[in-house]
């Protein structure tokens, strides 16, 4: 099997990496280091305006709906370029492969094309204070009154919700059915009466975090829920079904170049970082106990590439994609713990040095990325729940 690019995909990588080089300013850069509103600002939008006329924006979503209808391939390269910068171009955690998936045709017009071009923002509204890695445990009510549903409750960690235009939730629908059978997908506008957005400030907040920092967000909130009126028309799929609903569209969603990039940045940073540059006079790249360390790890990012390769291959082919992300989700968080250990072991007390302080590396990102390394296995599905939907659909395992 040929895992290599083809002479056309390789020229669209150099493409876009020359498109990065000539256009990605140091203005647009400090719009991303400073801005608390998601990194939008007037040379950030410009730059996605270029990037969107380039056709470069949903590739691979269909055109009927703003897209390219071109190869996932494709639309992973333009990805991982302008993730290497922080710069997010793929939808990736925007709640589309769920709409593309059980959404009506309606919702698929209203929703996919102002996804692509920025004109409507998802947060992500699952966790709940007493319901994380059980996301079943969920308790936020949304009760139907005719042709509207009530929505009481709080939700946390919810990290767009400041600038989002809606927010993608799970609410309880029927608190009498089992657990994972009572909840509904609903599709909220985030200026409907009755919702309430507080900010809770993370530990990267002060001092704050390098762009490039693996979770390196200064802000997330917590949201509430106070007698939220909205439309039956705002749900996702069937009443009472959103838990599947909910987890395939973050199986898809964990699909791509950003997500792979999550975890294995680190490996490239590190392995950039030590070529370079000395400590305490010594040459790190000439140590063979570092040398074999860091080979171990980029052998290990180059599976992380590859599982994301097999399961973008799988979704394009329309096979039956099922315990892949779930997969991903497991290997390569926890490849990115270990490379993070790796990198504090390498650099000794440096590693600890946060942006501001007079002898940080890198404006302090590796102890940033120290920071938020855990942070990884939990996001997004926790790696032991991660662990039992791998035993019981990739290997048919009875639940426990």
């Given at each position: ?38 990194g ?5 939008d ?7 006329e380039?056709?470069?924006v ?28 922080g ?24 929703f ?8 409507i ?93 693996t ?17 039956v ?69 180059q ?39 790796t990198?504090?072991?390498i ?37 032991q ?9 990739g ?6």
């Amino acid at each position: 099997m040929d895992f290599g690019l083809s002479t056309e995909q390789e020229a669209l990588r150099d493409d876009v990496a020359h498109f990065i080089k000539e256009n990605v300013t140091p203005a647009v850069m400090a719009e991303l280091e400073s801005s608390l509103e998601g990194g939008r600002g007037p040379n950030y939008d410009a730059l996605m305006q270029k990037v969107s006329e380039r056709g470069w924006v949903g590739i691979s979503w269909p055109k009927e709906y703003g897209g390219q209808g071109g190869s996932r391939i494709d639309q992973y390269i333009v990805e991982e370029e302008f993730a290497r910068v922080g710069i997010g171009v793929g939808g990736a955690g925007s709640g589309a492969p769920a709409i593309l998936m059980a959404g009506t045709e309606e919702q698929k017009k209203e929703f996919l094309p102002g996804l692509l071009n920025g004109s409507i923002i998802f947060a992500l509204g699952f966790t709940e204070p007493q319901a994380g890695a059980d996301l079943a445990g969920l308790q936020c009510r949304a009760v139907r009154d005719g042709d509207d549903f009530v929505i009481n409750g709080q939700k946390m960690y919810t990290s767009a919700a400041h600038y989002a235009t809606h927010i993608y939730m799970m609410c309880r629908t029927d608190p009498e059915a089992p657990r994972h059978k009572g909840i509904t997908i609903l599709l909220v506008p985030m200026d409907t009466p009755g919702i309430t957005v507080r900010p809770l400030w993370t530990i990267q907040n002060d001092p704050p975090a390098p762009v490039g920092t693996t979770y390196g967000m200064p802000r997330t909130n917590e949201v509430f829920f106070e007698d939220v009126r909205i439309s039956v028309s705002t749900m996702l799929g069937e009443e009472n079904q959103g838990w599947y609903v909910g987890a395939m569209g973050l199986n898809l969603d964990r699909v791509g170049a950003s997500r792979y990039l999550i975890s294995v940045r680190r490996d490239e940073d590190i392995i950039n970082w030590v070529k370079e540059n000395k400590v305490d006079g010594h040459s790190l790249a000439d140590d063979p106990a570092i040398r074999d360390k860091l080979a171990e790890l980029w052998i290990e990012a180059q599976v992380c590439r590859l599982m994301t390769l097999r399961s973008m291959s799988i979704v394009e082919r329309d096979g039956n994609f099922t315990y892949e992300g779930a997969a991903e989700k497991v290997w390569a968080p926890e490849h990115g713990v270990r490379t993070t250990e790796t990198i504090s072991q390498i650099l000794g007390p440096y590693a600890q040095l946060l942006n501001g302080s007079e002898e940080a590396i890198e404006d302090g990102l590796f102890a940033h990325n120290l920071m938020g390394s855990f942070q990884s296995g939990i996001n997004h599905g926790s790696v032991q729940v991660m662990r039992d939907q791998m035993a019981r659909r990739g290997l048919g395992l009875p639940r426990g």
